[in-house]
């Protein structure tokens, strides 16, 4: 089955200053590669995705990059605001089924 | 207007004893999911249905049973509470099996 990495497991930032969080996926079918966002206490949300015929894609401070042949993809956030302090999950999926990392916790500092 | 809604919203209740939750998405996907969310905060999909059919099921002990009356309605109904099933369970759609999950708020179970 997919198995998906996620790096690092936390990340302090400066306000102001770019957060990267980095994927690694297994099953070279996965072909769709959602970024989700989860407060404390939320549910996780959807904030930005790439599929697999696209090897980048952004929306205003948050940016993805997808490397098919590498198998990893990556989250950017430029110009962190304390409100981008939350966990962040990576996500890779075939059929029905999304496989998760294991999360990002970042801390924006003012 | 509450997308993907489950209930109830946090649930207590004695090791042994039988509960269910409930899930109902309003936007007319045909594929609904189960997730359990540990204290580490690690999402784990339990269950995938596809029109009302069960597609996925992830090692999940046979004690938790999900349910789909229509495909705007998942349930999971878990027999026999452990101490270790206490987390959060969230319920998740998508248009197919390939797009994009939302899911609801969620459902903290505690098992005592």
């Known amino acids: 089955g997919e198995n998906v990495e996620q790096h690092p497991s936390t990340l302090s930032v400066q306000e102001g200053d770019s957060a990267v969080i980095k994927c690694t996926y297994s099953?070279?079918?996965?072909?769709?590669f959602p970024w989700y966002k989860q407060e404390l206490g939320k549910r996780p949300q959807l904030i930005i995705d790439i599929r697999s015929n696209v090897g980048e894609k952004k929306d205003q401070r948050i940016a993805v990059t997808l490397n098919k042949t590498a198998k990893h993809f990556s989250l950017h956030i430029t110009e962190t605001q304390p409100e981008d302090s939350a966990v962040y999950f990576c996500a890779a999926s075939g059929d029905y089924k999304l496989s998760f990392g294991a999360g990002t916790t970042v801390t924006v500092r003012a | 207007d509450t997308a993907v809604s489950q209930t109830p919203k946090y649930l207590v209740t004695q090791m042994g004893n039988d509960k269910s939750i409930k899930c109902e998405q309003n936007l007319g996907h045909d594929t609904m999911y189960w997730y359990k969310q540990d204290s580490k905060k690690f999402l784990k999909i339990m269950f995938s249905y596809n029109n009302k059919e069960l597609i996925i099921n992830e090692t999940v002990p046979n004690r938790f049973s999900p349910k789909s009356p229509d495909k705007a309605h998942l349930n999971l109904h878990i027999n026999s509470l452990e101490l270790g099933d206490s987390a959060v369970y969230f319920c998740?759609?998508?248009?197919?099996?390939?797009?994009?999950?939302?899911f609801g708020p969620g459902t903290r179970l505690t098992v005592l």
């Open positions: 099953d070279s079918a996965s072909n769709y």
């Open positions: 998740a759609s998508s248009r197919n099996g390939a797009d994009t999950q939302y």
